[in-house]
C-alpha cells in the first residue's frame, strides 16, 4: 500500500531521516515508535506529503506520492493528530464532513455517513450532532477527530500521537476502540507514538526507530521474544517486561473454551491477558469467566494458564 | 450542554435590540432637528438664526456617511489584503514593515493626516476622502495580522492535513476564526472615521462638520451643537450595529 525506498530527509543540511526502507502492506495497524527526535512523526507526514521527502521514493497505491497533487492525496488518506485540531466555529457534524464536502459529495449521503460514524465511534447522534466542538470533553473531541479522519472512508488512515493528550483511561477506551476499528473494517493504518504499550497494545507489526533509522520492525510478539539490540530491550522496559508479555497475548487464545464457571469476575475474550492478570489480582481469584461480545459466556481463563 | 439557538443568542437579541432603539432615536432625532426652530432660538436667544439652513440635514448626513463608507470600504480591502498577505509564507518578509508602519502610523493625529493631504490633493472630498483612506487602513491592517495568528495552530495544521488548499484553509478556518479580531478593528477604524470626516469639513467637504465649522467661524453655538448631535448619533447607531455583528460571529462560542 504504502513503500518507502531509500528515502532520506534533510532540513539544512541536517539529516533527520537516513536511506529509509519501509514497505506498509494494506491492511496492516502499523506502529511506528521512538523518542522524540527520533523521526518516526516525519515520516508520517512525508507519506501525505506535509513534509517532502529529500530524496528517494514513496509510492502509494503503486505510485510515487509527487504525482498525486498534495490535497488530492490528503483527502485518500485519514490524518488525526494528537492536538485533535478541530473547527471550532463548526458543528461536530460540520466537522465530520470536512472531507466528504471536499469530495463533493451530495449532502444525504453526508448526513447517512456522520450517522455512521456517531454510531462505529459510540457517540449519541441525536447529543452531538449539532454540538460545538468546546461543549465536548478531550477524549469526546478525539473520537470527533478519528470520526472526520474515517469520513471519506479513507484507503489509509495516518494517527500522530492521537491518544497522547488523553488520560489514562480515556486512552484505553479509545485504543480498544480504534483496534475494534480496524479489525471491523480492515483500514490500513499508520500509527505514530512514544509509548510502547500503546504500540504492543495496537499494531500488527512494530517499526521501532531511532534516530531517523529504522533499529526494528516486528510483530509486538516477535518484538518482545526477540529484540533485535539493547536499545530495543531498553524501549520494551525492564521491570515491567513480563506484564509487556501479557499485553500481547489475547484471553481467548488461554481460555479453556466450554468450561464455564460461575461466581468468579468476567472478561472479554478479546481482551488482554494483562488486564486479565490485573482483574485476578484485584478480585483475589485465580478464574475469570470469559464472555463473547454479546456477554455469553463462552469458558473460563486460569491463573496457571496464562504463563503456560 | 446546551444546543439549543434561541437560549444561545440573548447577547445577539439585546445587541440588535439596542441597535433598533439607537436607530429609530436617530431618525426621530434627523426627522425633528428641521422643525427645532423654536427650541434652539428659546436656547440660544442672542442668535439671529438658531437653525443650520446652509444644506440640508438628511442630505449632510447622507454626505457623511458616504464619505465614510467609501473610505472604509477601501480601508477594508487594503488593510485586510495587505494583514493577509503577509501572514502568508510569500509575504512574510513585508510582516515586519507593516507592524512598524501600522504601529507609527496610529501615533499620528488624524488632524495631522488630513492637514498633510491638502497639499497633495488640493480641497474637496479627494483630500478628506484620501486622509480617511490612509488612517483607517492602519488598525484593520493590525488586527487583521492578530486575529490570523491568533486562531489555533492545531486546526489550520487538520484543515492542511485533511486535504484543504491554502485557500480554503483561509477562507473557511483562519477569516472566520480571526472575523471577530478583524471586526473590532474595522469598528475602531470606522469609529474613528466618522468623527475625522466631522472635520474633513475644513478642508472643503461637505459632512456633518459642515454646521460645526461654520459654527465655530460665525460664533454660532446652536450650529455646532446640531452638528455634533447628529455626528455623536451616527456613530452610536454604527458603532451598535457593529457590536451585533460581533455577536452574530461569535455565535458559536455560547452555548
New interface residues.
Given amino acids: 500500500m504504502i513503500s518507502f525506498r531509500s528515502i532520506t530527509k534533510s532540513y539544512d543540511g541536517l539529516t533527520v531521516i537516513r536511506n529509509l526502507d519501509l514497505e506498509i502492506a494494506k491492511g496492516e495497524f502499523c506502529v511506528l515508535i521512538g523518542a522524540s527526535g527520533s523521526g518516526k512523526s516525519t515520516i508520517l507526514k512525508m507519506i501525505n506529503r506535509l513534509v517532502e521527502h529529500t530524496s528517494g521514493e514513496i509510492r502509494f497505491a503503486g505510485a510515487e506520492i509527487r504525482s498525486f497533487r498534495p490535497e488530492i492525496i490528503r483527502r485518500r488518506m485519514g490524518y488525526a493528530i494528537q492536538s485533535v485540531g478541530l473547527f471550532p466555529h463548526w458543528t461536530i457534524e460540520d466537522n465530520i464532513a470536512t472531507v466528504p464536502r471536499l469530495l463533493g459529495w451530495d449532502e444525504a449521503r453526508i448526513d447517512g455517513r456522520i450517522g455512521e460514524l456517531l454510531t462505529l465511534l459510540d457517540m449519541d447522534a441525536a447529543r452531538f450532532r449539532k454540538a460545538y466542538p468546546h461543549q465536548l470533553s478531550g477524549g469526546q473531541q478525539q473520537r470527533i477527530g478519528v470520526a472526520r479522519a474515517l469520513a471519506a472512508d479513507p484507503d489509509v488512515l495516518l494517527m500522530d500521537e492521537p491518544f497522547g493528550a488523553l488520560d489514562p483511561i480515556t486512552r484505553d477506551g479509545l485504543q480498544t476502540e480504534i483496534r475494534r476499528i480496524h479489525a471491523e473494517t480492515g483500514k490500513t493504518i499508520v500509527f505514530v507514538t512514544h509509548d510502547m504499550d500503546e504500540a504492543l497494545k495496537l499494531a500488527t507489526r512494530v517499526v521501532v526507530l531511532d534516530k531517523g533509522e529504522i533499529v526494528q520492525a516486528a510483530t509486538p510478539r516477535d518484538l518482545l521474544n526477540a529484540p533485535a539490540n539493547a536499545f530495543v530491550r531498553d524501549f520494551l522496559g525492564k521491570d515491567d517486561y513480563g506484564l509487556k508479555l501479557l499485553l500481547v497475548e489475547r484471553v481467548g487464545d488461554h481460555m479453556r473454551r466450554g468450561e464455564i464457571s460461575n461466581g468468579c469476575g468476567t472478561i472479554s475474550e478479546t481482551d488482554n491477558l494483562r488486564n486479565a492478570l490485573s482483574r485476578l489480582v484485584t478480585l483475589k481469584g485465580d478464574r475469570l469467566s470469559v464472555i463473547d461480545r454479546a456477554g455469553q459466556a463462552t469458558g473460563t481463563l486460569h491463573l496457571v494458564d496464562m504463563v503456560s | 450542554?446546551?444546543?439549543d439557538p434561541a437560549k444561545a443568542e440573548p447577547q445577539l437579541q439585546s445587541a440588535l435590540r439596542r441597535l433598533c432603539l439607537a436607530a429609530a432615536a436617530f431618525g426621530l432625532l434627523l426627522a425633528a432637528l428641521p422643525f427645532s426652530r423654536p427650541v434652539f432660538a428659546w436656547l440660544f436667544p442672542q442668535l439671529e438664526r438658531p437653525l443650520y439652513q446652509q444644506h440640508d440635514f438628511l442630505d449632510l448626513v447622507l454626505a457623511h456617511l458616504g464619505l465614510v463608507a467609501a473610505s472604509s470600504a477601501c480601508a477594508v480591502v487594503i488593510g485586510v489584503g495587505a494583514g493577509i498577505y503577509v501572514t502568508r509564507p510569500s509575504g512574510s518578509e513585508f510582516r515586519k514593515l507593516a507592524e512598524t508602519l501600522t504601529a507609527m502610523g496610529q501615533t499620528f493625529p488624524p488632524v495631522a493626516v488630513l492637514a498633510l493631504s491638502v497639499p497633495v490633493i488640493g480641497f474637496g472630498f479627494w483630500p478628506a476622502f484620501g486622509a480617511l483612506v490612509l488612517y483607517g487602513i492602519l488598525p484593520i491592517c493590525e488586527n487583521t495580522m492578530a486575529g490570523l495568528d491568533g486562531t489555533?495552530?492545531?486546526?489550520?495544521?487538520?484543515?492542511?492535513?485533511?486535504?484543504?488548499?491554502g485557500r480554503?484553509v483561509l477562507t473557511?478556518?483562519e477569516l472566520?476564526?480571526a472575523a471577530p479580531v478583524i471586526v473590532a478593528g474595522i469598528r475602531t477604524s470606522v469609529t474613528i472615521n466618522i468623527s475625522t470626516a466631522a472635520i474633513a469639513s475644513t478642508v472643503g467637504a461637505v459632512s456633518l462638520g459642515s454646521p460645526i465649522i461654520i459654527g465655530l467661524n460665525g460664533n454660532n453655538t446652536a450650529y455646532v451643537l446640531q452638528g455634533a448631535l447628529l455626528v455623536t448619533g451616527l456613530a452610536l447607531v454604527v458603532d451598535l450595529g457593529f457590536e451585533a455583528l460581533m455577536a452574530r460571529l461569535q455565535r458559536?462560542?455560547r452555548?
Fill in positions: 450542554m446546551n444546543a489555533p495552530q492545531a486546526a489550520r495544521q487538520a484543515g492542511e492535513g485533511l486535504g484543504m488548499s480554503d473557511k478556518i472566520p476564526l458559536w462560542k452555548g
